[in-house]
């Protein structure tokens, strides 16, 4: 018997992306170019597909997508809330019962929440915030923190795409709290970094030049300041590898986590400051130019 060509063909995967922004610019040619699937992108702000192999959408429209995987990213708790409690996003719930993965920082709270009403809907929740910026999103090399309570091949499929390394928890809402302190823990330093290569020229002179190479090549620091030392001293903070607001949203669940400690607070201050005078989508470096708090 002559076998049918149809068999053994891959059915193809429906994935969703919710929510464009630096990241999700990212990783989007990173799903299109997956074997087997086809790739929509919601969105209530783009009037084109920014990339020619995703159909754009209204987020109205998604339970007529009937995703196999939902992928979202939102600036915050609400816009988060706000799509996944969407009457067309219950519905493709409900109806098609996808793997969700949830890129955003969000509350420990709200993560926990999603968790409940995702599993009420009977689909599979993969909290999975994320960290890499835009660079790691271009490269695929962003790095994720999960937890999910059982494990899907189609959201492996989906994170691997554009991930380098998942590290798993085993709690919901363990992610969302790590990422917080993660972030908060990085802001702090990133301040500090502005702080102190202002300094160089002041008490090195000449030797500025010398002492720079030293900071980016050499010793625990380099990793840091390596990446970000030359943006902060060309002072260029248009075009946002991770918007100033962001982060300063960020600060702000890490300190309704933590509590209120002179170290977060002054960063949180410093960010909140940044946000008022280079603009809230001024890169998050910009907390290091010279007026920072």
């Known amino acids: 018997m002559t076998p049918s060509p149809l068999q053994g063909v891959r059915p193809t995967t429906r994935i969703l992306v919710a929510g464009y922004g ?6 989007l040619p990173h799903l299109t170019s997956l074997p087997d699937a086809a790739v929509t992108l919601a969105s209530r702000h783009l009037t084109a597909s920014p990339d020619p192999l995703a159909v754009l959408i209204q987020p109205d429209h998604v339970d007529q997508v009937r995703p196999d995987v939902i ?3 939102f600036a915050d708790d609400e816009r988060s809330q706000a799509f996944w409690e969407h009457p067309s996003t219950t519905t493709a719930l409900t109806d098609c019962r996808p793997a969700c993965i949830e890129l955003s920082t969000v509350s420990p709270t709200w993560a926990e929440e999603w968790h409940q009403r995702l599993q009420h809907h009977g689909t599979v929740p993969v909290e999975s915030p994320v960290t890499g910026s835009r660079p790691g999103a271009r ?11 059982s494990v899907d091949e189609r959201a492996e499929r989906v ?7 998942r590290h798993r928890f085993t709690a919901a809402g363990r992610p969302a709290r790590f990422k917080l302190l993660y972030n908060a823990w990085g802001a702090a330093i ?23 190479e030293i900071v980016t090549t050499d010793g625990w620091m380099s990793v840091i300041a390596s990446m970000k030392l030359e943006r902060i001293l060309g002072g260029d903070y248009s075009d946002p590898d991770f918007a100033a607001t962001h982060m300063a949203k960020d600060l702000h669940y890490a300190r309704n986590l933590l509590g209120s400690s002179p ?12 946000v008022e005078v280079h603009g809230p989508y001024a890169d998050f470096t910009a907390v290091a130019a010279p007026g920072a708090s």
Request: proline fraction near 3%.
């Open 71 to 73: 992928v979202g990213c």
């Open 139 to 149: 490269a695929g090399a962003l790095t994720a923190f999960v937890y999910s309570p």
């Open 22 to 27: 630096a990241l999700t610019s990212g990783i």
């Open 263 to 274: 170290l977060i607070d002054l960063t949180l201050d410093a960010f909140e400051e940044t």
């Open 159 to 165: 994170l691997a795409a554009f991930t380098r390394n």
């Open 190 to 212: 990133l301040h500090s970094l502005g702080v102190y290569a202002r300094l160089l020229p002041q008490h090195l002179g000449e030797d500025a030049a010398t002492a720079r």
